[in-house]
């Protein structure tokens, strides 16, 4: 039975023919076009991924240094926003320069960890962006969960990678489908990123139930599947 305490978690990515997963030297024509398509499909109400993709999005603001010695509570922080879709990032030790509270009109909301510093908060909260503790000095997927479904009603999530946020997710039992858009590239390169990057090597490998197979435009196909 699934949880409805937490939203709906589809893990949305396009990898090469040998699962890697960081696109840079493709040359391939309309692959994000494809992905971004296919992605509106499913209606999400927020996408989700990790400190090291959500970099270039995020971008390089400057940290100021805070006047006030007052410590900040670690309580999650809800900032006014009108959007209804958000865009989120798991940032553990706080490492995200946001330029702006929103990508594209979506409201960031950002997950860390308790350790992260005060001057790092109160940038955040002068800056708009939303964040939630997901743990002490680790991030508790299970616990972060359900507050995204309470605090900003997301029902349906978008898990958009890299490999080791992916991975997290599958260790924890997290991911309810996948959309994997395979690329028609056969990458080769040692050491990548890869759709599923899982530290603890106990996790369990998943089986999968087909849901569909579509071919799609330059030799993309869209693979789905149900988690078990
Ligand atoms: N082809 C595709 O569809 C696709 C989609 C998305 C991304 N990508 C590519 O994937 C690459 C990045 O993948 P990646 O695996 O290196 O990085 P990633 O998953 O984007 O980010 C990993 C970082 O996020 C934080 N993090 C993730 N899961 C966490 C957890 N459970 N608990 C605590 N922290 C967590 C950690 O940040 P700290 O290091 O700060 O602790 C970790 O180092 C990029 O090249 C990107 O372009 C490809």
């Not at 699934?2 to 949305?12: F, L, M, S």
């Not at 309580?75 to 995200?96: M, N, Q, R, T």
């Not at 503790?133 to 890299?162: D, M, N, Q, T, Y």
Request: charge should be positive.
């Amino acid at each position: 039975m699934r949880d409805t305490k937490r939203p709906y978690v589809i893990c949305h990515m396009m990898p090469s023919i040998d699962g890697r997963i960081v696109t840079r030297d493709w040359e391939l024509k309309n692959a994000s076009r494809e992905y971004e398509r296919t992605a509106a499909t499913f209606e999400a109400d927020a996408w989700i991924i990790g400190r090291i993709s959500m970099e270039p999005y995020a971008g390089k603001a400057r940290l100021p240094a805070r006047k006030s010695r007052e410590p900040i509570p670690r309580e999650d922080f809800i900032a006014a926003h009108e959007a209804s879709s958000y865009a989120i990032a798991i940032d553990p030790s706080g490492k995200l320069r946001w330029k702006a509270s929103d990508i594209d009109g979506e409201h960031v909301i950002t997950i860390l960890t308790e350790g992260v510093s005060d001057d790092y908060l109160a940038f955040l909260q002068g800056k708009g962006v939303s964040y939630l503790f997901g743990g002490k000095s680790r991030i508790a997927l299970a616990k972060v969960l359900p507050k995204l479904r309470a605090h900003f009603g997301i029902r349906k999530l978008l898990l958009e990678g890299g490999g080791k946020i992916n991975g997290s997710f599958l260790a924890a039992n997290l991911i309810d489908e996948l959309s994997i858009l395979v690329a028609p590239i056969a990458d080769g390169s040692i050491g990548t990123p890869s759709l599923f990057d899982v530290a603890d090597r106990r996790a369990q490998a998943r089986n999968l139930k087909l849901l569909s197979v579509e071919k799609r435009s330059d030799g993309i196909v869209w693979l789905r599947y149900n988690v078990r």
